[in-house]
């Protein structure tokens, strides 16, 4: 009989010699998750990011536009002249949200001031100036008395002591606003800032 001979111990079988092929393809396959992985949180870093500085540059501009409506030469006229162009939001019958509401028509900076320059970052960046008003059958009104929370209303706007239901449409000194910016690159859902505030008129 022809004997067997005995491996030393460390020798092994020839099948345990190296890895196998599916052994190979499953490390790559592990590999290559971990690396698209790791890209997608650099890229969304990336875009969080882009979407922050974004956001602020929309808040610097949004700022800068308030204290252009601020700087309105024509105080007498400002509330008329906003009015033509606020509308409210359908679903805020209460005026009580300061929500988005992309439903808003919103317009260019210079439909408002023609001197007013956005930057090229904000893409088709547009502006909406919402001002209080009661629709007294079909002629528009500024009145103090009216219940408007998303305005600070009631409120004595002309300073004459009371809140009444005079109109006020040319004899206020100072106006409640909220004013919004839309941007947004094409291919992109639109974002909003929306700021209520007030316009003074000691001047």
């Not at 679903?91 to 408002?112: M, P």
């Not at 449409?169 to 919004?180: A, L």
């Amino acid at each position: 009989m022809t004997r067997v001979p005995a491996r030393s111990p460390g020798c092994r079988a020839p099948h345990a010699a190296g890895f196998t092929l599916i052994e190979v393809c499953i490390a790559l396959v592990i590999l290559v998750i971990a690396i698209l992985g790791h890209v997608a949180t650099v890229g969304a870093a990336h875009r969080t990011s882009l979407d922050v500085e974004e956001r602020g540059l929309a808040l610097q501009t949004l700022e800068r536009f308030i204290e252009r409506l601020r700087d309105d030469p024509d105080w007498e006229t400002l509330w008329l002249r906003l009015r033509a162009r606020s509308v409210e939001s359908a679903a805020d019958t209460a005026l009580a949200s300061l929500s988005n509401d992309f439903d808003l028509a919103t317009v260019a900076a210079t439909t408002y001031y023609a001197d007013f320059q956005v930057p090229s970052q904000l893409q088709n960046a547009s502006f909406l100036v919402q001002v209080p008003a009661f629709d007294n059958g079909g002629t528009w009104e500024l009145r103090e008395n009216l219940n408007a929370p998303r305005y600070g209303l009631p409120f004595d706007l002309n300073g004459d002591g009371l809140t009444d239901a005079t109109p006020r449409n040319d004899d206020y000194r100072q106006i409640p606003v909220v004013v919004r910016v839309r941007w947004g690159g094409a291919g992109r859902m639109p974002n909003e800032l929306t700021l209520s505030t007030w316009l003074r008129g000691d001047r």
